[in-house]
Every structure is written in C-alpha cells, then in structure tokens.
C-alpha cells in the first residue's frame, strides 16, 4: 500500500491504519454530502438514497484499489509525469464508470419521479465524480509527498545522529588509554623498591577503572560522580610522582544532580595535572569549582604555573581537544571553553548552558 511504501521512518502498521481510518472517514462524509446533494438536486429521498447506498461504495473500492497499485509501484523509478498521467486516466475512467452506474439506477425510477433534465442524467454523475475524485487524487498526492519528505529528513536525521554516536564513542575511547598505560609503568617501576605504594596505586587505579567501566556506556553522568572520579584520578597521580600532590574542592550543592558528559572534569584534572608538574614546587595544589549562574553550569580547575601554549594550539588536539570535541557534540553552541593564566595560576574553565544533548 502506498502509504506504507512512503512512509518508512514511520511503522508500517501506524501509516496503514491511518490511511484506512481516513479513507473511511472520507468517504463516509462524502457520502452524507452526496446524499444532500442528491436530495436537493433530484427532489428524490429515495432515489437519492439509492445512488448514495450504490455509488460511494464503489468509489470507497476504486479509490483503495489506486491506492493499493501506486503503493506497489512506488520506489520503481516511474515518471512523475508518467504517474500524474495514469492519475488523470483512472479518474476519467473511474468517473465514467460511476456515471454510468448512476444513470442505470436512474432508468429504475418511473418517469418524472426524478427532478432532473431529460438525458443529464450521466453528465451530471460524470462531472460530479471527477471533481470528488480529482480532489481526492490531490489530497492523497499531497499527503504521500509530505510523508515522503518526512521521512527522508528522519532518515537523514538517523544517519546523523548515527554518525555522531560513532565520533562520540572513537572520542571517549580515545580518554584513557594513554593514562592507563602510564599508570601501570609506573606501578611496575614501583613494584621492586616501593611495594606499599605499587599496591596502594593498584587498588586506586581498579577503583577508578570500575568507575570508568561502569559508566562508559552510558555517554552521561552526573556532576557528583564526576567529581568523584576526579579525585580518584588525582589521587592516583599524587602516588606517580614524587611531589605533593593535593586538591581542593569548592562545589555548589545545586550543581552535584546535573548531567554531564562523561569523564569530563578527568580531562581537565588531567590538564591541572600536567601544567602542575612544570610548575619548579614540591608541592602544588589543584582548586575545583562548580557553581550555577542563571542556567549555565560553571566549571573551574587550576593549577599552578605558567601557560605555555595557547589554547588554539592545544585545541586541535590532546585531552582538552578531545574535551572541546565532546562538548561540541553535546551542547552545539551552548557550551564555553577557556584556558587563561591568572596570576600565577592556569585556570581551565567551561560554561554549560542547558542540558547535553542524548545521542
């Protein structure tokens, strides 16, 4: 059936049973009104009766049987020009046919019961069932095209969306490798001359992993299980290297529900982390902040030491590349990223508007 055959981002039994609901509904109607008209014309309640029990019938059958043919045709390739022409025929022929019906019912009737002029009786039934059917044709016409239109733009919408889940997931797996690798060099190295700490690093490094693990496939997690993550990350950090290592936390209550994407405070921990550790101390401290202003979720994560590198250098690649990549897929232009110094601080800060989008 043709609606069925159009409408493939729709399901096939939603698109049939609407066209059927509406072709009766339709046709009902049309019924009540040709029988009015009858009535009006003819003079007749009887006759008029009869036509209307004869003839809407069998445009109701005609009208689904054309149907039924273009949507077994359609996706063939045929002209439109082609179509249109096998349109204009079957309703010349269909109008033909209901006319002649008309005018037999109409012998059936004594003479003179019938208002209407002598030998008028087929072009009037004619002329009314080709504009009906004409109308029809253009309705049907009209909606097959819109369906048809809606559902290349869903099919186009899928194969974006498609597209994007498949970057999304290259990007987030493309996060942690290179931290893991280094991780487990370091716990190796540490195994022979530090024990303690090679099983302490171990037991961090399983705890983040399962959280990581754990929430891959979701794309999204809450601030408050971000902020976890963080600190786990950190903490593992501050066991690789020989300097103190610590962080602070400034977080607004308001901001622990909302959702994020996933592993996102990592990327910039990872970034507080590294500009830290050119910073000529032996002790250095990492600052979280979160805060709401209005709708848009704040985030900040320093560290001490100077920016070597600006951003528009740093963006086309790296962890905070892969951030900025992320982020563009979720909030399009709803989202803000800055790396700037400050004093003698590098402060990364993002600015959320609204919520991510769910791929």
Known sequence: MMFTSVSQGLSQGESS??????????????????????LAVFGNAVAAFWLTLALEPVAFVLTSAGAVLHGRRSGKGDAPILVLACAV????????????IAYAIHHLFPPGSIRVLPG???????????????????????VSAELSARTERMSKMKAET?????????????????????????IVAEIAERPAIAEEMTRRLANYLRYSLDRRGRGLSR?????????????????????????????????????IPHMTLQGLAENAVKHGMRAEHDRFLIHIRTRLQGDELIIEVDNPGQLQAPFD???????????????????????????????????????????????
């Open 17 to 38: 049973s609407g066209f059927w609901r509406a072709q009766i509904v339709g046709w009902i109607f049309l019924a009540l009104v040709g029988y009015s008209i009858r």
């Open 120 to 142: 008028n009786q087929y072009r009037l039934g004619f002329i009314y069932y080709m504009g009906i059917l004409s109308i029809w044709t253009l309705i049907y016409f009209g």
């Open 223 to 259: 601030l408050e299980e971000e902020i976890e993550a963080a600190q786990a990350y950190i903490r593992i950090q501050a066991l690789r290297f020989d300097k103190q290592l610590e962080y602070q936390c400034q977080i607004d209550p308001a901001t622990l529900q909302i959702n």
């Open 162 to 186: 498609r597209s994007l889940q498949l970057e999304l997931e290259h990007l987030q797996r493309q996060i942690e490798p290179h931290f893991l690798f280094n991780s487990l060099n370091t």
């Open 89 to 100: 025929l079957l309703c010349l022929a269909a109008s033909a046919l209901l006319g002649s």
């Open 313 to 359: 250098l740093v963006e086309s690649g790296g962890g905070l590349g892969n951030l900025c990549r992320r982020l563009a897929l979720r909030y399009a232009d709803r989202y803000e990223f800055s790396l700037d110094q400050r004093g003698d601080r590098t402060v990364a800060e993002v600015r959320l508007r609204g919520n991510p989008l769910v791929l």
